[in-house]
């Protein structure tokens, strides 16, 4: 059965194309800093807000029109599944990511939710052997249902500890039997809503445990994907462990886990938590913790996790700008974590949304490469900081230094010279790379 009859497959067609059904700056062939497009952006399809969303938000019901909906329970599943992968195929996307209850429903019982994951994962790696798109990553939903109200692996009761491990145990299962490239921890109720009945340390202690039994257990079935932990400030709870990469990075130094795992990072989380989305990936670069990012845009309007498909160019071209910086994402991808919007409600608006987000990302692609052959941002960096280079500057640097030496050379000082930043300069200049990065074309 074809759920998108009206639609083939999607293919790159220039700049100068007026057919909505094709992109005009994603080309997949394309070389750009020595590899394709493709495997530079490494995109993939985030399964539960592509085929499982309703559209439904605090103030509605569920507006989406798709065609699988006519099913129920594995049924559905299945129908989910069969639509999926015609996506791909139309979209000739690479990855795809999903949360175990995406692909197959909950049963009465974990041994009966065990049984339709079981069915589900047949059949889809029977669909993936017939197809280019692979996995680039696996989760455990341990949010959605009430057993969770007071978290996961942070729960204060023993048994949900032992139900939410036992549900990545089967994800890790999962994630060697159909080739996960990663494998992502998302806190969605790691964290707490007060203090006044929180024991914070055994909370934290536990999630360092619960860690550490997923290492070992990937290790004894040999399961060689990346492990990544998704960082999130707010929203469900009151305040999340997993708040930003800085304090995610503290934790896994903390329970002696940073050679295991890296960072997942979302643009509209790390809005949330007060950053850019380039500071979340520059910050996780530079300490070698980059690992996969969720591509979608928060809403400037909005205080809330938005979803929106990431058409932002100066976004996706400082985005980019770090992920070349970092040598490309490895086994990591940009994966939509992205919705349409709930006005948007035909399955032919999920092209629309995806051609976007490649498109957006191809333009930050080869803008933040052409701002990295030029060394545009380097020189500016490098001029700004020359005082460190030579003289007193290299011995601080050198840690020669100390504080009587430091006072003796403050003490000569009549005036420092201080130069401009020329901030405004060099967005400028970046507006000048990318207003004409596609002007031959």
Not at 71 to 88: I, N, P, Q, S
Not at 280 to 309: C, K
Not at 336 to 362: N, Q, T
Not at 415 to 437: C, F, P, V
Request: charged letters at 25%; proline letters at 3%; glycine letters at 8%.
């Amino acid at each position: 059965m074809s759920y998108f009859n009206n639609i083939g497959k999607i293919n790159y067609e220039g700049p100068k194309s007026t057919n909505p059904y094709a992109f005009k700056f994603y080309n997949p062939e394309e070389i750009v800093g020595g590899k394709t497009m493709e495997e530079y952006l490494r995109f993939g399809v985030a399964y539960w807000h592509t085929f499982v969303a309703d559209g439904s938000d605090p103030f509605g019901v569920g507006t989406m029109q798709r065609p699988w909906d006519q099913y129920e329970g594995m049924d559905l599943a299945k129908a989910r599944l069969e639509a999926a992968f015609e996506f791909f195929e139309k979209l000739n996307v690479p990855y795809f990511c999903f949360h175990d209850v995406d692909i197959a429903p909950e049963g009465n019982s974990l041994r009966e939710t065990y049984k339709n994951l079981d069915t589900i994962v047949a059949l889809m790696k029977d669909y993936m052997k017939d197809s280019k798109t692979k996995l680039l990553w696996n989760t455990a939903n341990n949010f959605t249902n009430p057993r969770f109200i007071h978290g996961a692996a942070s729960s204060n009761h023993a048994d949900v500890f032992a139900y939410s491990a036992a549900k990545v145990k089967k994800g890790l299962d999962i994630a060697k039997e159909l080739g996960a490239e990663n494998y992502v921890f998302w806190g969605g109720r790691e964290g707490y809503e007060t203090l006044l009945n929180t024991d914070m340390k055994l909370e934290l202690d536990n999630l360092g445990r619960f860690f550490h039994m997923a290492v070992d257990y990937a290790k004894e079935i040999d399961f060689d994907g990346q492990f990544l932990i998704e960082p999130k400030p707010k929203e469900p709870t009151t305040h999340q462990y997993d708040f930003d990469v800085a304090s995610g990075y503290a934790f896994l130094q903390n329970y002696d886990l940073q050679d295991h795992f890296k960072f997942n990072i979302e643009a509209n989380h790390a809005t949330l938590a007060g950053h850019t989305f380039e500071h979340e990936l520059h910050y996780a670069r530079i300490h070698g913790m980059l690992g996969s990012v969720d591509a979608n845009q928060g809403h400037p309007l909005l205080g809330w996790d938005t979803d929106e498909f990431p058409t932002d160019l100066y976004s996706t071209t400082l985005a980019m700008y770090e992920i070349i910086k970092n040598g490309g994402l490895g086994k990591g991808g940009l994966n939509f974590d992205a919705k349409v919007r709930r006005g948007s409600f035909e399955p032919e608006d999920l092209f629309h949304a995806h051609i976007a987000g490649m498109d957006g990302f191809a333009v930050g692609l080869k803008v933040a490469q052409k701002l990295v052959d030029d060394k545009v941002l380097d020189d500016v960096i490098e001029d700004r900081y020359s005082s460190y280079r030579e003289g007193i500057g290299l011995d601080i640097v050198q840690g020669k230094a100390d504080f009587h030496q430091l006072e003796e050379y403050a003490l000569g000082l009549k005036d420092i010279q201080h130069q401009s930043g020329r901030l405004e300069k060099i967005k400028a200049t970046i507006n000048q790379y990318l207003l004409t990065a596609f002007a031959g074309e």
